[in-house]
C-alpha cells in the first residue's frame, strides 16, 4: 500500500466512524468541444464528473494572505487516492453530502507534502 492509499484509508475509516470529516463529493469540469481542421465541431464539449471524498476546513493563514482572498472562502482537502487524475483551478468540487454540501469552485490548489491529498483554496459557487 502506498502513502496516498494510506492516508485515505484511514481518513475514510474516521470519517465511517464519526459522520465526517471526508464527505462524498465530485469534481466537476467542462469539457471543451474539438473543432476540425474546417472549424466544424467533430466532437461536443460537456460535463465531465471525477467521484471523490473531500474535507471542507477552515481557511489557513497562507490562504488567507493569497492573492484573491475573500472572508467567505474555505481550505479543502481531496483524498489523492479517491480521485482519478489530477485537479486544477478550472474545475469545482461539489461535496454531495455533510454539512458543507454544495458546489465549491477550485481557487488555488497544490499537492501536501506527503502526496495524500490536493490542498486549496474554495469558494462556494
Request: glycine share 12%; hydrophobic share 40%.
Amino acid at each position: 500500500m502506498n502513502l496516498p492509499a494510506a492516508f485515505a484509508e484511514i481518513g475514510l475509516g474516521f470519517s465511517s466512524l464519526i459522520g465526517g470529516p471526508y464527505w462524498p463529493a465530485r469534481v466537476i469540469e467542462q469539457i471543451a468541444p474539438v473543432y476540425g481542421d474546417g472549424g466544424s465541431i467533430v466532437m461536443p464539449g460537456g460535463v465531465s464528473y471525477r467521484a471523490c471524498q473531500a474535507q471542507i476546513d477552515t481557511a489557513t493563514q497562507r490562504m488567507r494572505e493569497a492573492e484573491g482572498y475573500v472572508e467567505t472562502d474555505a481550505a479543502f482537502t481531496v483524498l489523492t487516492d479517491t480521485l482519478e487524475g489530477t485537479l486544477n483551478t478550472e474545475a469545482r468540487i461539489q461535496i454531495t453530502d455533510g454539512p458543507h454540501a454544495g458546489i465549491w469552485s477550485v481557487e488555488l490548489i497544490e499537492r501536501d507534502t506527503a502526496a495524500a491529498g490536493w490542498v486549496g483554496r474554495g469558494r462556494r459557487a
